[in-house]
Each structure stands twice: as structure tokens, then as C-alpha cells.
């Protein structure tokens, strides 16, 4: 053989060759008929591949009713498509019954006569060779659902063998390649909750994978909603660590210590928490991405079969930070009290609320009255009022002492302690506040009280050059705090005077520089826990009272 002819023949070979070791050469026509080879080879139940290709099975005739009943469960643009892939027409045939009839009619025909049943791809299969590949351990659907390759949020798919998230199935699309270059076959739309098995196409319809579906989109049944304020039970997460639901550890995505402790103390609020714990509450009436975000983190934090002990609010931040046009953005510290007061307005205004009380869940829960009477001196030393008015708040702020000056013996700043008692003065309507802005004298006395009520100690004061912090201990109870003393007429109020401490959000540390934490309380246990982003411990009632707290969250005695 000439040396020109033995390359050419040697070059065929390879090319052979490459054809028969690449993957996705598998189901090619390799005669040009209408036999095809089967997308994937399997070793049993051959009849159930999604092309029968067994060239000895079409030579034998096979009982027509174990073939064709399967077209019983198919939808009308299936049996469409397998009409036309049979060559039958359809038309005039109205009613799916007489399209089943007829189809079944025309595969017995073709059975008999050796030509293969053409299963499409897609379809739905309860048989998955590939589900055992699952790996949970791997799986985070807390993060944005963007692809991994293409950074698109359309049609994105998680890998549930390696947790990576890619777009599209279709042929050429990122899971489409990465099933065929990793091996991974078993995928999760992130928005239907419908997995798939690639490159094969059919929808894998199994209970087992029901767990997977709960972890990406938590649901919750009134009747289940109704048992949170006094379920005990304790859950556990994949590696065997129990967990108490809704006490759970929150990521700190770089300085975000003070949304994690405001989220933590709101999720304690059992209107607002059993709001968000069903989406059907909220979706008709807005499509706020915040809000939206916020009750998956709500749902997330109480889901009792959660595979990890810990949640990530990665994107409530990112929602948070488009919100507010990146005032609070990752990577910034902020205040806690801001914080608050902007995502209490901005649910309020999405939900559809309004000036008029009780306009949504946010100003049921938290929207209280004060009356507020200002005065000026006269030259004589005499008190003149100037206006009188009735203003709705969010929360009440209390002014902390300032700090004595002098050291102890020890050359250590003396930290005084006082009771918050002493604080509330300011709201009994006598005690005057000074307005430093005009120089008139303020008069504060409680109209209304909210079913839960926000306390504001201030802690922090910005001069010219720097923030200071008044490390002043405010000593409170725990429970049973009486605001009769402080209301304008006890007739006018629904419900009792006295409160219950529900949250505690405290700050650790220098004023530029620390960090804050929450205190809650598990009211079916009545066990407080100290929660610091992943770290969730429990604690005695009676360090709380000792530590350096800013904002607190009471709830109203029944």
C-alpha cells in the first residue's frame, strides 16, 4: 500500500475513533433509517429507555398492551407529537380520548409490523437510575440563583450532585454541557422546584426528592403556623447537629452584624413572623423584591428540615441594598435604629399601607401614639404652651445620662447604672426635654400603645469630630414592665399596660468599631439565646439585663 493511501486510511481511523469516545456522539443516526441508538445504554429494562433501539425486539412481535398504555398519561401536545413522529394525522379528532384510541391503534399496527415505538425525549419517569448521585451535603440554596457560567438569573438550574447553579437544558446550554463533561445528570429548576434528569430531558418525578424542594421553597400550613408558640421539639441538620427551628445562626457577609441582629429580633414577633410565614399573605398585593426576600429568610429560619444549622440572608442584603439605593450595602457598618426605621417604612409602603392606622401588618404591630405639648418661657419664668399635637411612632427613644468624668481609685472609668424607670420619666408628661434646636421646652405622654413596642436607648451621639458611645448599663425587667404611669388615659387602652421583653439588640466594642448581637427569646421553652451571626448560645435572663443594650422589642401582657 502506497504511503498516501495508508494515512489517508489511518487518518479515517482516528477520526473513528474520536466519534466513538466522545459522549455526546451517543444517539446519532448511524444508518440514516428511522432506528436510532439509545441516548444512554443501560444494562436492565431496556424496554424503558427513552427510544426503544433494540434492533431484536423489532423483529418480535410484542404484546400491544404492555407497550401503548403508556400514551394513557400523556398530555395532548405528547400524543400530538407522537402522532406526528408515526405518521398519523390528527385532524379532526377533537376529544383527547379519540387521539388515544386512535394512537394506540396505529402503534399496535406498527408493533406488529417490527417499527419501534418513538418515545420523545422529555416526558416524566419515576425510574431515575441517577438519583443515589444526590449530594445534600453540597447544597446552598440561600444565594442568588444566577448561573455559575453566565451570570444570567433566566431559567437557572442547581446541580443537586455538586449544588453549582447553571442555566438552561436545552442542548449548547451550561447544565446541558456540564452534565455531559461532570457526570452530573440530576438538576432542580430554581424557580418551578420541577428536576430533571440531562442530557436525557425527562422530568424525574419522585417523593424522595421532596426534602430538596422544602429547602428551596419552605412552606408552611396554617395549622402548622398555629403550633409554632408552643412546639418544644428540637430538628436535626444533615451532619446530625440539632437545631432549635427558628433560633438559627445568620451569616455575616462582611459588616452586616447589624442586620443580622434586627432580623433575628424581628423574626420574634409572632404576627409579623406568621405573616411572612405564608407568601399567599403578601403576593397579591406586592411584588417588592425586599419584601418578597424577606419572607423566604422568615420561612428559611423556621424550617424545621433545614440541612444546615445556620441560613444565609445574602440576598435580603442584596435586596436591602438596591432598596436603599446602597445605604446599607455589604461591607458598610450602619446603624441598627436606622436600619429598622427603613425596612419597617419601606414594607409598610409596599404592602400597601397608608397614613390611616392599622394599614398594614407593620403599623398593627408597632404603630403607637404620643402626644406631644410644646412650651416656651416667658421672660417672667412663666410656662406658655405653643401646640399640642398627636404624632403616630414606631418606636420611643430614651435618653441615656451621660457618663461621669472622674476615675476610681483604680484609674477606671466609673460605669454608671441606671433604671430604665428613670428613663421613661420623659413620657409622663410632666418631666420637660429640651429641644435643642428651638430652646422650647417638650412635654411627652403615651395616647396610644402598640401590641409591641420598640424601645430605642441612646447610646451613640456624633459631634464634629467622631462618634461617642455612653457605655452607661440601663437596668430593666424582663417582664412586667408598667407603662401606666406614662399613658394619658388608661380608659382608652386596649390591652394591658405591662410588657414582656422579647428581643435585645446590644453593641460589644468601641463606637467605630464594635459589633452587635441579639438576645432572644424561644417563648415555648421561655429560654433566651444569645445570637452573634453564626454563633447561637443560650444564656441566663439575668446577664441581660447587665449587657449594653440599644434597641428592644417588648410584647403587651394578654
Not at 235 to 250: H, K, R, W
Request: net charge negative; hydrophobic share 35%.
Amino acid at each position: 500500500v502506497s504511503y498516501p493511501v495508508f494515512c489517508y486510511f489511518l487518518q479515517y481511523y482516528f477520526i473513528l475513533l474520536f466519534l466513538c469516545d466522545d459522549p455526546r456522539m451517543d444517539g446519532v443516526v448511524e444508518d440514516g433509517s428511522r432506528k436510532r441508538k439509545a441516548e444512554r445504554a443501560e444494562d436492565d429494562d431496556s424496554d424503558e429507555d427513552d427510544v426503544v433501539n433494540d434492533e431484536s425486539a423489532t423483529n418480535e412481535e410484542v404484546p400491544p398492551e404492555d407497550d401503548v398504555e403508556f400514551v394513557n398519561v400523556l398530555s395532548l401536545k405528547e400524543l400530538k407529537d407522537l402522532c406526528d413522529d408515526h405518521g398519523l394525522s390528527y385532524a379532526g379528532l377533537v376529544e383527547k380520548e379519540e387521539i388515544v384510541r386512535s394512537l394506540k391503534e396505529k402503534l399496535q399496527l406498527d408493533l406488529k409490523e417490527g417499527i419501534p415505538i418513538r418515545k420523545r425525549k422529555g416526558g416524566q419517569r419515576r425510574d431515575c437510575p441517577y438519583l443515589d448521585t444526590i449530594n445534600r451535603t453540597l447544597l446552598d440554596f440561600d444565594f442568588e440563583k444566577v448561573c455559575s457560567v453566565t451570570l444570567l438569573n433566566l431559567n437557572v438550574y442547581a446541580c443537586l450532585v455538586c449544588g453549582k447553579y447553571f442555566q438552561g437544558r436545552a442542548r449548547n446550554t451550561p447544565a446541558y454541557l456540564h452534565s455531559l463533561q461532570a457526570n452530573h445528570h440530576v438538576f432542580i429548576n430554581l424557580t418551578d422546584e420541577k428536576v430533571y434528569c440531562l442530557p436525557d430531558g425527562y422530568e424525574v418525578v419522585d417523593y424522595s426528592l421532596n426534602d430538596i424542594k422544602h429547602a428551596l421553597h419552605p412552606r408552611f400550613t396554617p395549622s402548622h403556623i398555629a403550633k409554632l408558640e408552643g412546639d418544644t421539639k428540637t430538628s436535626q441538620a444533615l451532619d446530625g447537629t440539632e437545631f432549635v427551628p427558628g433560633v438559627v445562626g445568620l451569616n455575616n457577609v462582611t459588616h452586616t452584624d447589624y442586620i443580622n441582629a434586627v432580623v433575628q429580633s424581628l423574626a420574634r414577633v409572632p404576627p409579623l413572623r406568621n405573616f411572612f410565614m405564608r407568601e399567599e399573605n403578601y403576593i397579591t398585593k406586592t411584588q417588592d423584591v425586599l419584601v418578597v426576600k424577606f419572607g423566604e429568610l422568615i420561612r428559611k429560619m423556621y424550617n424545621p428540615n433545614n440541612f444546615k444549622i445556620q441560613v444565609s440572608p445574602h440576598e435580603f442584603l442584596q435586596a436591602v441594598s438596591a432598596a436603599s439605593d446602597k445605604k446599607f450595602r455589604i461591607g458598610q457598618l450602619s446603624d441598627p435604629l436606622e436600619f429598622i426605621q427603613f425596612v419597617l417604612n419601606h414594607m409598610h409602603i409596599a404592602l400597601g399601607g397608608s397614613k390611616k392606622a392599622g394599614s398594614s401588618i407593620i403599623h398593627k404591630c408597632f404603630q403607637g401614639e404620643v402626644e406631644v405639648t410644646v412650651m416656651e418661657s416667658s421672660a417672667k419664668g412663666e410656662e406658655k404652651q405653643l401646640s399640642q399635637t398627636l404624632n403616630p411612632f414606631l418606636f420611643l427613644s430614651l435618653d441615656v445620662p451621660p457618663p461621669p468624668l472622674f476615675k476610681n481609685e483604680a484609674e477606671r472609668n466609673i460605669i454608671p447604672q441606671v433604671p430604665i424607670f428613670q428613663l421613661l420619666a420623659k413620657f409622663d408628661g410632666v418631666t420637660p426635654t429640651h429641644d435643642v434646636r428651638t430652646g422650647h421646652q417638650k412635654l411627652f405622654k403615651i395616647t396610644k400603645l402598640p401590641p409591641y413596642l420598640i424601645i430605642h436607648i441612646k447610646r451613640f451621639q456624633k459631634n464634629n469630630w467622631f462618634l461617642e458611645k455612653n457605655p452607661t448599663i440601663v437596668n430593666f425587667p424582663l417582664k412586667s414592665l408598667d407603662f401606666k404611669d406614662y399613658v394619658k388615659d388608661l380608659t382608652k387602652v386596649s390591652g394591658s399596660t405591662k410588657y414582656n421583653l422579647l428581643a435585645n439588640i446590644l453593641h460589644e466594642g468601641e463606637a467605630n468599631k464594635g459589633s452587635y448581637e441579639a438576645h432572644i427569646l424561644h417563648k415555648p421553652t421561655d429560654q433566651w439565646f444569645e445570637m452573634q451571626d453564626l454563633s447561637v448560645k443560650k444564656i441566663l435572663p439575668q446577664l441581660i439585663a447587665l449587657s449594653e443594650s440599644y434597641i428592644q422589642v417588648y410584647e403587651q401582657q394578654s
